[in-house]
């Protein structure tokens, strides 16, 4: 946009930076118009690490800039030579550049470019901040006319690549990518394209320098990515907050800390950083792969992922198992239909015979039963029962069938289906209603109470078990009766202010509704009354509360030119105060009114005064008697009078100087002020 050139103000004698736009460039207004910008927004700054601008011109069609001049070198310069910065050095730059930017911040002038090219290095190493080129007051628009990417895009904030605006957080955001670079040796985002890196700034988060430079305190990491936050929200918002963050931490770190100095982080993609973390997906040899490949299938392999140590100890099948082998082998469990039951044979025999299992364990026996021989030949007789025990017999019997009987008569109405029954429905109906249709199921009932907005007091509002559910004979219902809703009673806030009243209706669950009206005796923002005063209700009931707005007003009637009693009394009519002023006045006959405040048609509060000015008539003087005065004596007595002289001279230059008649006779009343006219001869 422009070159810097060294040199000479031979003015004040001493040597400047005159920074001249390039010739290409002065035809473009926009430019232009940018390049003026720098010079007012940088002018209006001074602090020791800002480049000062001395003065703004044009020279022959080429626009410049008289800066102060820096003689050493620039923070990339530095970075260029050195790859990183120490700790200490880093942060010292870090918060001198944050002390300039506060400076800026607090003038209401936001930079839109720190990059290293724009922070100056001084032969005594210290730094001044520069280029305020697109410097922008921060209450004007934020956005380029012509939508252009104002910025350095590896500094960019992600709310300038988005949406093209920008304030006193997008200078941290690049301060916090400025730091990373001192202390890492390269930008946080990196890309094959500006557009590429862009995107990363919108879309992802920075990195913690800590993960390429392992001696980065965790305070460090934490202000540069505070300051580096992807979204504006979460940054600090004005400079001061970092810089106080930061001198925090500085008074933690020990020497040895600050000493620390990185390697460079390499420049690659914006992924390596975790290139080296391990892979959870297992890898195996293809040798593993075919010899399982019978049993299950093989787990995917990510050619471009590196097995880390452990998967190579486990690629090494010579030495290690696979982890799903286990040490023992399992054991497999059978058994046979033989192994449920013994076989029962009629013999009386008893032997065990080893089964073929396999287990020697798990051995079978067999168990062999003979039954005894049935008695054979003549000495075999035959019994009957005694008629005794026949009637024993059947009376058991009977017994046993009666009891079996009254059981599952029993069974039936109570466990079986006689006894099931059916929860009716009572939710709605009166607690009499609730029981008699219980009874009629043979259930017996419970109650308990609770409040309902929906339900009538002493109404049902629900059973337990619920309508519909299968219970037994005899079993309890519990039915909840209504108790209406529940009532809280009104605060009396009638003579408190509103917004105590308010407060303690809305405490209290009640809403409220205001209406507003004049009074005469209550102080205005009072309550007058409310509605209901004196009752109870539901929570979430309205309260209307009547609040004073004070007196009513009134409004002024006008008297200007009405006589002094008239006015007066229309005043004092309207509820007014008259206050009354009299002065003369030419122009209004005395005892009219000649002006009022308020004016006629205000409207003010009751009681209030209103002042009328009353006419005295002209203030009337008398007319100095002049005759065979000189000139000179009659113009004084006239003008001491209050009175205007007009003077005329009968015939030319007068001869006695002595007036000769005047148009007023003396001794007669005038207005003051009037003109009195006499001839000198």
Same mark, same amino acid.
């Given at each position: 946009?422009?070159t810097?050139?060294?040199?000479?103000?031979?003015?004040l004698?001493r040597?400047?930076?005159?920074k001249?736009?390039?010739?290409?460039?002065?035809?473009?207004?926009e430019f232009i118009?940018r390049?003026s910008?720098?010079?007012?927004?940088?002018?209006?700054?001074?602090h020791?690490?800002?480049?000062?601008v001395?003065?703004?011109?044009?020279?022959q069609?080429?626009?410049?800039?008289?800066m102060?001049?820096v003689?050493g070198?620039?923070?990339?310069d530095?970075l260029r030579?050195?790859?990183?910065?120490?700790l200490?050095?880093?942060?010292?730059?870090?918060?001198?550049?944050?002390?300039?930017?506060?400076?800026?911040h607090?003038?209401g002038?936001i930079?839109r470019d720190?990059k290293?090219?724009?922070?100056?290095?001084?032969?005594?190493?210290?730094?001044?901040?520069?280029d305020?080129g697109?410097a922008?007051?921060?209450?004007?628009?934020?956005?380029?006319?012509?939508?252009t990417?104002l910025?350095?895009?590896?500094?960019v904030?992600?709310?300038v690549v988005?949406?093209?605006?920008?304030?006193?957080?997008?200078?941290?955001?690049?301060?916090?990518?400025?730091?990373?670079e001192?202390?890492?040796?390269?930008?946080?985002?990196?890309?094959?394209?500006?557009?590429?890196i862009?995107?990363?700034?919108?879309h992802e988060?920075?990195?913690?320098?800590?993960?390429?430079?392992p001696?980065?305190?965790?305070?460090?990491d934490?202000i540069?990515?505070w300051?580096?936050?992807?979204?504006?929200?979460s940054r600090p918002?004005?400079?001061?907050?970092?810089?106080?963050?930061?001198?925090?931490a500085?008074?933690?770190l020990?020497?040895?800390?600050?000493?620390?100095?990185?390697?460079?982080?390499?420049?690659?993609?914006?992924?390596a950083?975790?290139?080296?973390?391990?892979r959870?997906?297992?890898?195996?040899?293809?040798?593993?792969?075919?010899?399982?490949?019978?049993?299950?299938p093989?787990?995917?392999?990510?050619p471009?992922?590196?097995?880390?140590?452990?998967?190579?100890?486990?690629?090494?099948?010579?030495t290690?198992?696979k982890?799903?082998?286990?040490?023992?082998?399992?054991?497999?469990?059978?058994t046979?239909g033989?192994?449920?039951?013994?076989?029962?044979?009629k013999?009386?025999?008893?032997?065990?015979?080893?089964?073929?299992?396999?287990?020697?364990?798990?051995?079978?026996?067999?168990?062999?039963?003979?039954?005894p021989?049935?008695?054979?030949?003549?000495?075999?007789?035959?019994?009957?029962p005694?008629?005794?025990?026949?009637f024993l017999a059947?009376?058991?019997?009977?017994?046993?069938?009666?009891?079996?009987v009254?059981g599952?008569v029993r069974?039936?109405?109570?466990e079986g289906?006689g006894?099931?029954?059916?929860v009716?429905?009572?939710?709605?109906?009166?607690?009499?209603?609730?029981?008699?249709?219980l009874?009629?199921q043979?259930?017996?009932?419970?109650t308990?109470?609770?409040?309902s907005?929906? #339900?009538?007091? =002493?109404? &049902?509002i @629900?059973? !337990? +078990?619920?309508t519909?559910?299968? %219970?037994?004979? $005899? *079993?309890? /219902?519990?039915?909840?009766?209504?108790?209406?809703?529940?009532l809280?009673?009104?605060p009396?806030?009638?003579?408190?202010?509103?917004?105590?009243?308010?407060?303690?209706?809305?405490?209290a669950?009640?809403?409220?509704?205001e209406?507003?009206?004049?009074?005469?005796?209550?102080?205005?923002?009072?309550?007058?009354?409310?509605?209901?005063?004196?009752?109870s209700?539901?929570?979430?009931?309205?309260?209307?509360l009547?609040?004073?707005?004070?007196?009513?007003p009134?409004?002024?009637?006008?008297?200007?030119?009405?006589?002094?009693?008239a006015?007066?009394k229309?005043?004092?009519?309207?509820?007014?105060?008259?206050?009354?002023n009299?002065?003369?006045?030419?122009? #209004?006959p005395? =005892?009219? &009114?000649? @002006?009022q !405040? +308020?004016a006629?048609?205000?409207? %003010?509060?009751? $009681? *209030?005064? /209103?002042k009328?000015?009353?006419s005295?008539?002209?203030n009337?003087?008398g007319?100095p008697?002049?005759f065979?005065?000189?000139?000179?004596?009659a113009?004084?007595a006239?003008?001491?009078?209050g009175?205007?002289?007009?003077?005329?001279?009968e015939?030319?230059?007068?001869?006695?100087?002595l007036?000769?008649?005047?148009s007023?006779p003396?001794?007669?009343?005038?207005p003051?002020g009037?003109?009195?006219t006499?001839t000198?001869?």
């Amino acid at each position: 946009m422009a070159t810097v050139y060294r040199g000479f103000d031979e003015r004040l004698h001493r040597p400047v930076a005159l920074k001249i736009m390039h010739p290409h460039l002065a035809d473009n207004p926009e430019f232009i118009s940018r390049f003026s910008r720098e010079a007012r927004s940088a002018a209006r700054l001074t602090h020791p690490h800002v480049v000062n601008v001395y003065d703004q011109g044009e020279d022959q069609g080429r626009v410049y800039l008289a800066m102060q001049l820096v003689e050493g070198e620039t923070l990339r310069d530095e970075l260029r030579r050195d790859k990183t910065l120490s700790l200490k050095r880093a942060l010292r730059v870090g918060r001198d550049v944050l002390a300039a930017l506060d400076a800026a911040h607090r003038s209401g002038i936001i930079h839109r470019d720190i990059k290293p090219e724009n922070v100056l290095v001084n032969a005594e190493r210290d730094i001044l901040v520069a280029d305020f080129g697109l410097a922008r007051a921060v209450g004007s628009a934020t956005t380029s006319a012509t939508g252009t990417l104002l910025g350095t895009v590896a500094y960019v904030s992600p709310e300038v690549v988005t949406r093209g605006v920008s304030d006193a957080r997008s200078d941290l955001y690049s301060w916090g990518i400025m730091m990373f670079e001192m202390l890492v040796g390269r930008t946080p985002f990196q890309g094959d394209s500006a557009v590429h890196i862009a995107y990363q700034h919108a879309h992802e988060d920075i990195p913690a320098p800590s993960q390429f430079a392992p001696g980065i305190p965790a305070s460090v990491d934490s202000i540069i990515t505070w300051a580096a936050s992807r979204l504006p929200a979460s940054r600090p918002t004005r400079a001061h907050e970092v810089l106080l963050a930061l001198d925090e931490a500085l008074d933690t770190l020990s020497p040895t800390e600050l000493a620390y100095r990185a390697h460079p982080a390499p420049n690659v993609k914006a992924n390596a950083e975790t290139a080296g973390v391990p892979r959870l997906t297992r890898q195996f040899s293809p040798s593993t792969a075919r010899t399982d490949s019978a049993s299950s299938p093989a787990s995917p392999v990510s050619p471009a992922s590196p097995a880390s140590p452990s998967n190579e100890a486990l690629l090494d099948d010579k030495t290690s198992k696979k982890f799903w082998e286990n040490d023992t082998p399992g054991r497999e469990l059978s058994t046979t239909g033989s192994g449920v039951g013994a076989a029962v044979r009629k013999k009386f025999e008893l032997r065990e015979q080893a089964s073929d299992s396999p287990d020697a364990d798990e051995s079978i026996r067999e168990v062999t039963l003979t039954g005894p021989r049935r008695s054979r030949g003549a000495h075999a007789s035959e019994s009957r029962p005694s008629p005794a025990l026949r009637f024993l017999a059947l009376a058991s019997v009977l017994a046993l069938v009666a009891a079996l009987v009254f059981g599952g008569v029993r069974w039936y109405d109570t466990e079986g289906p006689g006894g099931a029954r059916t929860v009716p429905l009572v939710a709605g109906a009166t607690l009499s209603d609730a029981e008699a249709a219980l009874t009629a199921q043979q259930l017996t009932v419970t109650t308990a109470q609770a409040y309902s907005d929906d #339900v009538p007091k =002493g109404h &049902v509002i @629900s059973s !337990d +078990p619920a309508t519909g559910a299968e %219970v037994r004979k $005899g *079993s309890s /219902v519990r039915l909840t009766i209504s108790l209406g809703q529940e009532l809280f009673d009104v605060p009396q806030v009638k003579g408190q202010a509103v917004s105590d009243a308010t407060s303690a209706l809305t405490d209290a669950g009640f809403q409220v509704t205001e209406t507003r009206e004049y009074s005469a005796d209550v102080p205005k923002d009072t309550v007058i009354s409310q509605d209901p005063a004196d009752a109870s209700l539901p929570a979430g009931a309205h309260v209307t509360l009547t609040v004073s707005d004070g007196p009513e007003p009134v409004e002024v009637p006008s008297v200007s030119g009405s006589e002094r009693k008239a006015a007066i009394k229309a005043i004092e009519d309207a509820g007014l105060v008259p206050k009354v002023n009299e002065q003369y006045n030419s122009n #209004v006959p005395a =005892g009219q &009114v000649i @002006s009022q !405040d +308020p004016a006629g048609a205000t409207s %003010v509060l009751p $009681g *209030s005064e /209103v002042k009328i000015s009353i006419s005295l008539g002209p203030n009337l003087v008398g007319v100095p008697d002049v005759f065979r005065k000189s000139e000179a004596d009659a113009r004084a007595a006239l003008e001491k009078a209050g009175l205007k002289v007009q003077v005329v001279y009968e015939r030319g230059t007068p001869v006695f100087g002595l007036v000769s008649q005047q148009s007023q006779p003396g001794g007669t009343k005038v207005p003051r002020g009037s003109t009195v006219t006499i001839t000198v001869y």
